[in-house]
């Protein structure tokens, strides 16, 4: 195995055939890997918030669904990716804690998760799979080599998407 890239929380990276890409601790945050099985060029982006409009203090670009994904996909084209050939893996958007109030505002993963599918579908991004919401956090891990999307979360059994 070459090299495991880390992204951190409300960060983004990319890496390229053999290497791989991980996050950790995927709460109510959304792990988004963008990927072109051409060119074996990957990226993952770890979103924590949906929207930079919501957010005053938004000079992370890589913490929101809108602004993280574009930023993503321009780093990938960089690196030789091409535009038409991208599709995404996502997984996160859990619900981790209960609440006994019907506030969205608290329901951070469920709109994470549907802030990153309205971008990837207003980009004609198609989703290839996913393992969204429930209520454990996860790590996952992304393998361009062969467009394997590895999910481990405590306690569960690890799953490839």
Request: proline content about 2%; charged content about 20%; overall charge positive.
């Amino acid at each position: 195995m070459a090299n495991m890239i880390k992204v951190g929380m409300a960060d983004l990276n990319i890496c390229r055939a053999p290497d791989a890409i991980t996050t950790l601790g995927l709460g109510s945050c959304v792990g988004v890997a963008l990927y072109d099985k051409n060119t074996k060029i990957a990226g993952l982006v770890h979103v924590m918030l949906p929207s930079s409009k919501e957010v005053r203090q938004n000079q992370n670009k890589a913490k929101f669904a809108d602004t993280g994904i574009d930023l993503l996909i321009q780093m990938l084209i960089k690196a030789g990716a091409r535009r038409t050939a991208l599709t995404a893996k996502i997984a996160g958007g859990a619900q981790m804690f209960a609440f006994n109030s019907n506030n969205d505002m608290l329901k951070v993963g469920q709109r994470n998760v549907i802030a990153v599918k309205a971008k990837l579908n207003s980009l004609g991004i198609r989703i290839l799979a996913e393992d969204t919401g429930l209520n454990f956090g996860r790590t996952v891990e992304f393998y361009p080599a062969t467009g394997n999307f590895v999910i481990k979360a405590v306690g569960k059994s690890i799953k490839t998407i």
